[in-house]
């Protein structure tokens, strides 16, 4: 019974979109090139659930045992997508070892010699699911405990339980294949917060590529020295840079961005750079296709202009 109550209550969390709540890995993900970045993501939400839930449990007083219980329901969802997650892992190893055991035999029946690296090659990383079961298992028994919880001292000892297993899971897993989490991934935890304030991951993106452009054109700005208004806004600063790179890389293609780049990316820049705007799919692709282009030739301008630089110093010193 309790077991479907969980199950029932998983659907509620997703469609609530309740904060740091870690959906399963898509297909893609799981069998893709990234398993132990996947593996590390896991990880790193178990150890960001964990700290929150520490958080409610040191509270002296008027814990929150509806809180501590979704937390805990967090903890065990995390625990079982990254059981699936090691399993595929655990494969992968057993038939990358099968493979070179074939090359080994292939080897030996051909007479070649064998050294000890083949062998080596032969050792598995495969990672245990015991303790992550027996985890997943004490939580799923210490959960309706904690629901309805009328023994505060015994419940309190009980999540400590579960969140010593879960840390130790975590350092023998971390130490075991050394894995590490991109910073990349970390975005799902502020497409999280972001939602809350109206935003989306269309407006993540968006900042990035924007954010990009003018920091590479004011990293440019002040390599080449070019004199610009202090109180020139990015627009004015971004065309004078333009005309500059013109003049000195002789890239015709500058022109376009000076006199074609269209009214609307401009008006995208502001609305999310400025007020917080999440553009649409078309308008993100617009964001994108363009301050890629941007990019593109300013480091070729730049790129130019260095070597243009470097050919004229060179032959005033043969001069």
Do not use: T
């Given at each position: 019974m309790h077991e479907i109550k969980y199950e029932t209550k998983s659907v509620e969390l997703e469609e609530s979109n309740m904060e740091n709540y870690i959906e399963v890995a898509t297909e893609s993900w799981i069998y893709g090139p990234g398993m132990l970045e996947m593996i590390a993501y896991r990880l790193e939400s178990l150890r960001e659930v964990l700290?929150?839930?520490?958080?409610?449990?040191?509270?002296t007083k008027n814990l929150n045992w509806v809180r501590i219980e979704r937390l805990l329901f967090k903890v065990k969802?995390?625990?079982e997508a990254l059981t699936e997650n090691i399993?595929?892992?655990n494969d992968l190893q057993r038939s990358f070892v099968f493979n070179k055991l074939m090359?080994?035999?292939?080897?030996a029946q051909k007479g070649e010699q064998l050294s000890i690296f083949d062998l080596i090659n032969l050792q598995t990383y495969e990672v245990p699911l015991d303790s992550i079961k027996n985890a997943v298992e004490y939580i799923t028994i210490v959960l309706p405990f904690v629901g309805e919880c009328k023994a505060e001292v015994i419940c309190r000892e009980k999540v400590y339980e579960a969140v010593s297993r879960v840390e130790a899971i975590i350092e023998n897993i971390s130490g075991r294949l050394g894995v590490y989490i991109s910073p990349l991934v970390q975005l799902v935890g502020l497409k999280s917060l972001i939602a809350k304030l109206g935003l989306n991951e269309n407006w993540i993106v968006a900042i990035a590529y924007l954010q990009s452009l003018e920091i590479t054109v004011n990293k440019l700005v002040k390599e080449l020295e070019i004199q610009v208004n202090e109180e020139a806004g990015f627009k004015d600063k971004f065309r004078t840079l333009i005309r500059h790179l013109k003049e000195k890389a002789k890239i015709e293609e500058l022109t376009l961005f000076e006199k074609k780049l269209p009214e609307i990316f401009w008006?995208?820049?502001?609305?999310v750079v400025h007020a917080g705007y999440s553009p649409r799919k078309d308008e993100l692709n617009t964001i994108i296709q363009w301050t890629t282009k941007i990019l593109e030739k300013l480091i070729e301008a730049k790129a130019k202009i260095a070597r243009t630089n470097t050919l004229t110093i060179a032959t005033k010193k043969q001069n």
């Open positions: 700290e929150q839930l520490k958080k409610e449990l040191y509270r969802s995390v625990l399993k595929v892992y090359e080994i035999i292939q080897k008006d995208l820049r502001h609305k």
